[in-house]
Structure formats: C-alpha cells, structure tokens
C-alpha cells in the first residue's frame, strides 16, 4: 500500500518505512550506517518503529 503522504502526524513520524527510499537514506545517515544495515534491522526486529530501531542499530554497531 503506497504512502498517503497528505496525512502526516505522531505515528508517522515514529515510523522508518522500509519501503521508501528516502526515509531509509535519511535514517541511515542519522545513525551513521548503511543503507542495509536499516532494512536488515527492520527485518531483524520486525518493527519499524524509530526508537526501536535506534536501539536496536546502536547495541549492533556499537564500537
């Protein structure tokens, strides 16, 4: 299902859509990581919630 970008709001903003390119690249940048690294992590944990992804990246790539 393609994103409605007309509704925008909380929950979508908690949110890192897999399938949408730019919100990967963006968060991919935030956290210093590459691109696979945020869709195996979206995978890996079955969410695409922000902060669950932050912490998840985090603990995996820490140095």
Do not use: C, P, W
């Not at 909380?10 to 990967?24: A, L, M, P, T």
């Not at 210093?32 to 944990?45: E, L, N």
């Amino acid at each position: 299902m393609a994103d409605n970008k007309s509704k925008k709001g909380k929950s979508d903003r908690n949110k890192v859509s897999g399938s949408e390119n730019y919100e990967i690249q963006y968060f991919k940048e935030k956290m210093g990581v590459s691109s696979q690294a945020v869709t195996g992590a979206i995978r890996a944990i079955g969410s695409n919630d922000r902060k669950k992804l932050e912490e998840y990246l985090k603990k995996r790539h820490a140095k």
